[in-house]
């Protein structure tokens, strides 16, 4: 599978950006079954997980500071998960990743996920 994260951007503080991660490749059947996720990496720190999304019925996990803010889906006709964030603040610039897990879970650990994204910046300011 070979994900394509894109929508990254600057914007204002108190702004939206809703990135999108396109899934190509010859497991596309399977794809509804993937858990996706979202993780960030800012300038000099450590990639943190942002969001994750499971298969049927395993439901969304997110990280406490993005919650009530940020929301993932996903379109499984189209192949393509969605991070939808707003009311942005500069401590959410980063560079953002999605990643693919083929086992369905939803999980906050980079470790699980297979595959990778290419990661588009996102640029908030103050």
């Known amino acids: 599978v070979q994900l394509q994260a894109s929508g990254g951007g600057l914007v204002q503080t108190g702004g939206s950006l809703r990135l999108s991660c396109a899934a190509s490749?010859?497991?596309?059947?399977?794809?509804?079954?993937?858990?996706v996720g979202w993780f960030r990496q800012a300038a000099g720190k450590e990639r943190e997980f942002v969001a994750a999304h499971g298969w049927r019925g395993t439901g969304t996990i997110y990280r406490d500071s993005v919650k009530g803010r940020f929301t993932i889906s996903r379109d499984n006709d189209k192949n393509t998960a969605f991070l939808q964030m707003n009311n942005l603040s500069p401590e959410d610039t980063a560079v953002y990743y999605c990643?693919?897990?083929?086992?369905?879970?939803?999980?906050?650990?980079?470790?699980?996920?297979?595959?990778w994204g290419q990661g588009t910046q996102v640029t908030v300011s103050s």
């Open positions: 490749g010859r497991t596309l059947p399977t794809f509804s079954r993937y858990a």
């Open positions: 990643a693919a897990d083929s086992d369905g879970i939803p999980r906050n650990s980079g470790r699980h996920y297979d595959y």
